[in-house]
């Protein structure tokens, strides 16, 4: 005889199933850049699709034996770790400050910041970034991301600070300790995951933009989104090849931000329920 | 020394003096996105008021308001506002309530929920100008997958998508809320964990139906979290041009072009650049006031 | 004003003698330049991705240095002029289209005109100006004056499939009645085979909707630069159009871009495909396509004015606002010499410029069969720069008349739609 599951069983394998479900859908397409990554242009472009056949390595080893690419690898790293590590340098202070304040001034000069259409800044900040003789170096293109790592570290942190029991910090400053003090030694330590998670968004903002680096990127700090943009040739798109550079962009952010997903999650809500 | 608080929130004392603490721990940040955004501002109020082109040496023109009354009469600046307000609601009612199903869904245990809830992240990290273009290809009514996909269960003849001059809005919100959503979900699985339980325990108690659970306690709770992320979409939908431009171009024509793809057209192709400038600072403002409109809303309901 | 280039005054100018240098040729000094700098700034072209091969060997023979900026072309077209305004002299040389960016870039003045350099002891004698097809120097040529190099010849081809041309008997059309009638034979809906694709985005249309414009004996500016879009052949060629495509083209040929046009052709699910003949590389390349051994091509289809591609160049121009135009120019020449030409075309199968890089024999053996054949029959008739009407705003221009072709392949008022085009295209001429 069959054992029936029970009702609760079924209810998680129902949900189980849905989820999963769901899931996968979202998943779908960028599994199907993956699967087109291993693809000759041809097979990538077949119809019916083809989901048997002889993967080849030749369109990573194409990717990868341009050595620019590389190159365009280390230039969004730096790019993109530069305008994180600022954004946290700038941001977690300000975020401690609305967080602890409630001045709401100046959480909205941040806020704009994140109204402003982007495009419209490309010709002024290549003729702001001419005159200063910044333009092609990093030092545009972090200063330019900060338009948007800067409010997204302040609108994360400020949940993450609030979680933070206020006795501490209270204790510390009645031991004589200054308000520099305590965002070292007990705000930072204490908000470590959330710092990561909000890094890590910062990060991937930063490393998938592609419109400053259009106009004040040269070939020395070309980032990588504007390389994917290459493989589109002059009258053929080398779809295998361009898949590859896409997967391979893709990755590193993917896996960095499995990490702290948890975390991630936290701080989107929490700074903004109350930011 | 500092005085420790009386007041709830603040570890340092009001005094008679305004505190400046917080003004001076912002400083830094405030100073660098005034320096990096106030200038590219000003420059565009500036350019917006002059006819300019770039090729050539031609200084530019003052012609004060000259471009804004020219938007008025642009039809087709009209009908990409009102296209970009189409994009928007589309988006909205399309991203919530997903958002929120996914997120209920996310909320109950079941194996291999956790691996599912860090999966949810791939759309949002995958790069906006690749995956256009797979769309591009996916949507294909001749060689892509989904005609291959609706062909299996039974749909012999596929919509044509982005061809499409009723469907190419939809299509693109669509690809919109395949990236997003996501993001939507992941804010209500937060809210959906921080809801105090008690109210619910009462209500099982009282024999209310899961339907009712949801009506009348989880979606009222659930507001200020659901207005918050619309207020996040709702800046990015009206700013929307990425997967606008890698996917149609703003086509055909013009049926599926949006405010910030004009601008970006009117100031980098068709080197207008104060027309285009004008257009920016349009979208600018409507940005602010729907944003200011969904701060209010949000004020009561919390 | 540019004087826009027309089938009249290129027949005209066909007759200008060209220069020659004077410089002896056993002793040019090809360093000369030597430990110069210079910045390039291009546009992803199959030629630009084989001079970047080449600047090793180019610095080895003239010690000049050249950083070459290979940008996505959209990218070009923001970066270069903003650039070329705000900093001058940043740039030395750069990429050009003339059909898009002559006029434009002319008036501004930001060619530096070449002649100069070629009649001056600055150019190696056997350079040989009078290699170059006139025809096609003539792309390059603005109020008679020489502003770029154009380094290959693109026109246009009717490709089709040969397989499935036999399996109904038909044979390659080459007026616009057979095109139609092979079109609406071979379009197969319920077998996902469209019988004919071309570009159908309104914008990117212009460039494929030409040849039907000249075929019925039309052109997009008259004498005065004026748009002659309301007139019978531009409406009559939006009539032909739409018709063939709404008949015969794949069902979401609206809104079309080149980017899903071609893969249709290149997967057999289309029987024929107009667009330029740079495409019939990539048609014979196994990794990309299925119809490698099916793939063929004849001219442009004839209508009552005959048949008429359009022939346009892209090639390397030197920045007015250059410091170094001197060097920038041994650098070019270099690349555009008759040995290293003939390298670039083999590199790239593309069909050069050059009278003796065409019919070397070398290059005869390595390009795909029958783009010399197709390009030597339309050069006669094929109409200079024709992509689009020769004005300086060209993008708001194209956009315009792109509208037309999209109204007309939604199946809106023809006459209309060409109506409204003019009168837009006025309006941005004039304003």
Known sequence: MRRRLSPQRRRRLGFAVAGWTVTFLLVAPFLWMVLGSFKTTVDFLAFPPVFVFAPTLDNYRQVLADNSFLHYTLNSTIVAAGATALGLLLGIPAAYALARWRRTGIGVVLLLARMAPGIAFLIPLFVMFLELQLVGSYVSLIASHLIFTLPLTVWMMIGFIEAVPIEIEKAAL?????????????????????????????????WNNFLFALVLANEKTKTLPVAVLGYIGYNSIQWGTLMAAATFITLPVLVLALCVQRYIVRGLVAGAVTG | MVDVAAAPRAPVTPRRRRDWTPELLSLPALVAILAVMGFPLLYLGWMSLHRWSLVGFDPPRFVGLGNFAQLVQDERFVEALGRTFWFTALGLVSNLPLGLGIALLMHERFPGRSLCRALLILPMVATPAAMGLVWVIMLDPTLGIVRYLLGAIGIDHPPLWLSDPDLVVPTL????????????????????????????????????????????????????????????????????????????????????????????LAALSYDKIGYGSAIALVLFAIVIACTLVLIRLRRPAS | MATFLTRRTLLASAAIAPMVGTASAADFDWKRFNGSQLRFMVSVHPWTEWAQKQLPALEAETGIKVNLEILYEDQLRQKLPLTLRSDPGAVDAFFTLPSWDGASFARARWYAPLEPLIASDLTAPDWDYSDFFPNILNIHR???????????????????????????????????????????????????????????????????????LFAYGGRWLDDNGKPELAGAPFINALKYYSEILRAAGPPNVLGMQWKTTYPLFQQERAALFADAVNFLAYFRDPSQS???????????????????????????????????????????????????????????????????????DAYVKAAPAGVIEIVQSQIPNAVPNGANPLVVQVPETRAAIGQAIIAALRGEDITKAANEAQKQVLAIING
């Open chain 1, 174 to 206: 009645i031991d004589g300790c200054s308000l520099v003090g305590v965002l070292l030694r007990i705000i930072v330590p204490l908000t470590a995951q959330g710092i990561a998670a909000t890094g890590i968004l910062a990060f991937i903002a930063s």
């Open chain 2, 173 to 264: 919100v669509a690809v919109d809320a395949w990236m997003w959503t996501p993001m939507v979900a992941l804010i209500c699985i937060a809210g959906l964990a921080a809801l105090p339980p008690e109210p619910f325990e009462a209500a099982l108690v009282d024999g209310a139906s899961a339907l009712q659970r949801f009506r009348y306690l989880t979606l009222p709770m659930m507001l200020p979290t659901l207005m918050v992320a619309a207020m996040l979409r709702v800046m990015d939908l009206l700013k929307l041009i990425d997967i606008v431009y890698v996917m149609t171009g703003g086509g055909p024509g013009h049926l599926s072009e949006t405010i910030n793809l004009y601008n970006y």
């Open chain 3, 142 to 212: 603005l109020n008679g004056q020489l502003l770029g190099v154009p380094i290959s010849t693109e026109v246009q081809a009717l490709f089709f499939n040969k397989a499935m041309l036999d399996a109904k008997g038909l044979a390659p059309p080459t007026t616009l009645d057979t095109l139609m009638a092979a079109a609406k034979a071979l379009n197969d809906p319920a077998g996902n085979v469209a019988g004919f694709v071309t570009r159908g985005d309104g914008v990117q249309a212009l460039y494929t909707f030409a040849p039907f």
């Open chain 3, 290 to 360: 299925r119809i490698v051994d099916k793939v063929g091509m004849v001219p442009v289809p004839a209508g009552p004015s005959g048949s008429h591609s359009t022939v346009i160049a892209w090639g390397p121009a030197i920045a007015a606002s250059s410091k170094q135009q001197q060097a920038a120019w041994t650098a070019i020449q270099w690349l555009t010499s008759k040995r290293n030409m003939l390298a670039a075309s083999l590199a790239t199968t593309l069909p050069s410029s050059r009278k003796s890089v065409f019919s070397a």
